[in-house]
């Protein structure tokens, strides 16, 4: 390790939408950004979250100075109660950051034994030989950070999550001016968020958003219902602002919703006029063209509460043949199918439905194309590090950086667990950690064997083999025992147990010898029953055979 | 049954996108119309292919006079394999479009046992009392075709797949002329496709399409690769278009790919000048930037050709630093995670890769709002019958309906196997037929319960417990043995498998009577194990009891 240089080391969300973390670390100093959790794909079978892995960081856990967290968004502070037990350090987030993470850590248990420490934008503090300055940046949700990270190599600028809205919600725009005296200064690398780098242009204002909420509930004939990310605020006062503005009432569904509601009414980020968010006793006594509903379930999670709603499973609110829904969020890749079966579900019911395709009822939070080089324009950065995306969007923003000039070499797209060395003269990667996804899975987490396995069940199911054998003559004693489950309808599923019982019995019945090893008699169970029912389906289900020595 | 009604029945298709199955009925007359497959959404687990319920078209096989294929994608062709053997009528189709379905008989060895006719636009054929006209559509296939068909309850037009490009590749515009004709001499109702009707304004020409790939052919470094539908003949065309242009050549890689090629090359629809077509074993000669490869992959299916170069396991094809991939295609609802991780891939490979999201290398071949609205206003059509698309995006093209001057009541939005009976004084749903998804795994197919079992697998896996019972004196013997597949990590299963076989012992030793009854064994093992296990990691795996009599 060069003790001169500045290493840059993603432990988390290079090459994948969600668990953001990213550590500075210069000589005996190390700063983590971030601590995002993921929501499992697919082929991620059971598995509730995927976090960082943190080992590297517990490793050197004297080095670590502290955690900043950007934003209060799940995808940047998520995996905070999972890791911070295994690193102990102060969190250092703006104000509404740490009310939403003291939520978090509530919930865990480990609020009392945490160091949470507020920081305003502006504001400046050491974590060692790092200097960092707190900056305003504009995203979807209020309290935003960049960062200026003065180190010895160099001036590093952290863009955090952001966009460049002239007329955000909050009325505080990002803040050009001290990026742009950083890039009179000189600044030795930017990090900066790719997650829009596909999308030519600029990211509409939330106004736009604002526009749409006014127009449908003031043609709305009856109640709406109103979904979004609990963490998305802006969009929470921009519906109360709607809402007050034609006489309707807000009420909050949902949990979740309730607590973010809570917290950020009291830190003075969310502003109730005349009295607009209402408790849900009052629901029955206002007539449906005076209500609006607030709720979670934009990605169609299957307990949320706008699921169970359309599902009329939910024990408050059924939907109403008047009712306008608007989805008020874009699909997370991956969740598309489950949003529109909830969209089809809420149509079958009768109500109108307003989303993303079809009304501008969702900006993102993500700067554009054109926002991208506008940052790049003001900060002026030697070097680029696209952060925040998958492999794709990271390739791609080094590309624009080329466009403006920045060589192809000094932009260094990196992959989760690679250690950038970065100095005046240039960058590497010099190893590469061992860094893989840690699957929460219930308590505790789980592995990639385990998720082998289940993927191997899920697709043909399971076959149960039961062998039992005497113990003396190493004869097999009775007929074996087949059950299986996935694999076969009922009928198809008698016939084929029926046929391995006899190919077994065949088989172990030939009397090559003594059957006294287990490992002998279930290599012979697995591969005869293999081939029979591969032969038969043309799938190929686990299977399981065990032995009873009798 | 009304005699003099006309029945509409959606077999498969309405309110999904995929298996495009509709029949009409008017007294004993049926014909079917399209036969298509849905490939499997990400809950069914193991499942290769979804098909339509037949049953009701077997129980009524007497009555069915024919099937007619509007085109040839698989979303209108791809059951037919399957359902064929229980219908066994002739397929009326065009000539491109029985060319492709007889590949695919083929391969399943039933093209001497069926009768295809081919159709041609502007010809009619009777079916019982139906009599049909075939009209010539746009849509992304050559040879797709609308239907008028002529009942005796009036008379039906069915759009199949169309878009109203003005400028298609084979320039062949949609038949205008007949369509207004229709409208002029009155139309009962109107079977609209409503794939886009979530899209407002018009869908491009594909001429777009030939304007970005003559672009990309140009500019590229080294060699081309483009990816997209098998079935997308008028693209491949605009590929070979493109490739002359700039004196590059043309291969094309995998087995459907090229058997599609075949097809549409000796019926015509595919031209090939100066030799552009080539055959694999001239790549050698050729430098990289006279190189185009054609491949299917577009969906990220993980056996295509694209993928296997992506992740570079393919014989013949890696990815070269200078090498340009297209992904000439849309996202089908669902692939998006696979599409995006094989994108990544190729960036990381060093390709350059466009793809939709950035560039305009792929246009729908379905109309939006304004086509469908400029449909209806030919068509004028007494009652709409919303067809082709998920449930949305039927109510939506309702809507559009509505905004038309066709009010809601006369605008039927289906169900699969809803049975609508219509008139010239409107219609009614008179029955409900109980008709499912048929999910084709392997050999045959599984149904509802075998896919439930798979889905409690996936989640938290499974656990086998074997109890061995002395038959006479009904007591345990030895100690129960437990295995475990894709519940835990190694350490963690071996702590709580120990801690299973200890609760067990005690609970089953506990000697409350003979244990001689295997259910009441099982019951207590399932219980007691269930609880011990989500106690101590909040999952609830499968429990699987067998008791051994010795």
């Known amino acids: 390790m060069d003790k001169k240089k500045l290493r840059i080391i993603p432990l988390g ?6 668990k953001n973390m990213m550590v500075l670390e210069y000589g005996d100093d190390m700063l983590a950004i971030d601590v995002g959790l993921m929501f499992p794909q697919e082929d991620m079978l059971g598995v509730d979250l995927v976090i960082p892995d943190v080992s590297y960081l517990v490793e050197h856990r004297s080095k670590l100075r502290g955690i900043i967290i950007t934003h209060g968004h799940e995808d940047h502070t998520g995996a905070l109660p999972y890791v911070l037990p295994r690193l102990n350090v102060p969190i250092y987030s703006a104000p509404l950051t740490q009310g939403l993470i003291s939520i978090k850590l509530k919930e865990h248990g480990l609020l009392d034994t945490s160091k949470l420490i507020a920081v305003q934008a502006g504001e400046k503090r050491s974590f060692g030989q790092f200097k960092v300055e707190f900056l305003h940046m504009c995203h979807s949700i209020p309290d935003a950070l960049g960062l200026i990270i003065t180190t010895p190599a160099g001036i590093v600028v952290h863009s955090g ?19 742009a005296q950083m890039g009179g200064q000189g600044v030795l690398a930017l990090m900066a968020d790719s997650t829009y780098a596909e999308v030519a242009g600029y990211t509409p204002s939330e106004q736009v958003v604002g526009d749409a909420l006014r127009h449908i509930m003031a043609d709305a004939p ?3 219902i109103v979904t979004t990310f609990a963490s998305l605020i802006s969009r929470i006062q921009q519906v109360i602002d709607a809402a007050a503005k034609y006489g309707r009432k807000v009420f909050v569904i949902g949990r979740s919703m309730n607590e973010t509601v809570r917290i950020a009414q009291e830190l003075g980020y969310l502003q109730s006029t005349q009295g607009v968010l209402s408790r849900l006793e009052e629901l029955q006594r206002l007539p449906p063209n005076r209500i609006v509903l607030l709720t979670t379930g934009s990605q169609g999670e299957p307990t949320s509460a706008l699921v169970r709603i359309a599902n009329g499973e939910h024990k408050q609110v059924r939907i109403l043949p008047d009712d306008t829904v608007v989805l008020s969020a874009t699909p997370i890749p991956g969740n598309e199918t489950l949003i529109n079966g909830t969209i089809d ?7 109108q439905v307003f989303y993303d395709k079809i009304a ?11 926002e991208l080089k506008l940052l790049i324009n003001l900060v002026r950065p030697k070097f680029l590090v696209p952060i925040h995306g998958e492999y794709r969007h990271l390739s791609l923003h080094a590309k624009l950086a080329e466009s403006l000039g920045i060589p192809r070499k ?19 990667v010099v190893e590469k950690l061992p860094v893989g996804n840690v699957y929460v899975d219930g308590i505790g987490d789980i592995g990639h ?3 082998r396995d289940r993927r191997a069940l899920a697709q043909d199911g399971v076959v ?16 074996p025992e087949l059950i299986s489950r996935g694999f076969a309808d009922k009928d198809e599923e008698d016939a084929l147990m029926g046929k391995g019982r006899d190919l077994l019995a065949r088989v172990l019945g030939r009397g090559d010898g003594h059957l006294s090893e287990a490992s002998h008699v279930q290599g012979k169970v697995r591969e005869s029953l293999s081939r029979l029912f591969y032969d038969e389906t043309k799938r190929r289900p686990m299977i399981l055979p065990m032995t009873v020595m009798v």
Request: cysteine-free.
């Open 222 to 224: 009856g109640r709406v």
């Open 13 to 18: 969300g290079l090459g994948e939408i969600g």
């Open 161 to 179: 999550d952001f966009k460049l809205d002239y007329t955000p919600v909050d009325a505080r725009a990002t803040d050009f001016t001290r990026l």
């Open 410 to 428: 000094n932009s260094f797209v990196l992959e989760d667990g690679d250690i950038l060395e970065l100095g005046q003269d240039g960058g590497e």
């Open 360 to 370: 501008q009822v969702h900006v993102h939070g993500h700067g554009s194309q054109e």
């Open 345 to 351: 579900s809420l149509f079958k019911q009768g109500a």
């Open 464 to 479: 149960v083999v039961i062998v039992a054998i005497d113990k003396s003559s190493g004869q097999i004693v009775g007929r």
């Open 449 to 451: 064997m385990v998720l």
